[in-house]
């Protein structure tokens, strides 16, 4: 059994993403995994002043909720992060959460990639969804996912699922004409399978 963090990016409450995140819950959870969601759109997390507070034992000087997801982020076997595409990338909200990771880094005496600092090892996946689907639609955003969470922080890739073709971004969520909330759930019930 894993520990599972879900960070949820998008602001609609039934949104195309929130579905999304939802299917994939249901899996990890029937597969026996401890899963929590976390919606930044309900509650407040700033993003990093770069004041280095942190860099002297203190913790994050923010006055919002970040400091009290910390302890949920150190206990996570896997780090889930959910978001709808905005302007061709992540949403600001998670881009600031993730900027936050800043202030739970020691420093690392053999750093690699040019990076001072090392983080907690964790699992990541990454769940987005976008009303277009093009072949490039995602290329943006995967390619933050790679460098930011995977290669710079060091977190262990487990897979992606990118949910193309979820609709008109003014219209209503319409994921569930997709195949997409079914591959959700397989994902989430078969991320931990073969371990």
Known sequence: MKQILVILGGGRRNGNTKQ????????????????????????EVKGCLGCNACRYGKPCVQPDDFNRIVPKLKEADLVVFASPLYFW???SKLKAFIERFYCIAQRDETPPYGRYEKYPVKDAALLMTSADDFFWTFEQAVSYYQFAIVNYIGFTD???LLAGGCGDTNGKPNIRSTAHLKSAYEFGKNIYHND
């Not at 995140?21 to 919606?39: K, L, Y």
């Open 158 to 160: 487990k897979g992606m």
């Open 20 to 43: 999304l995140a939802d299917s994939f819950v249901s899996g990890a959870a029937q597969a026996g995994h401890q899963v929590e969601t976390i919606a930044l759109s309900e509650i």
């Open 89 to 91: 990338t992540i949403s």
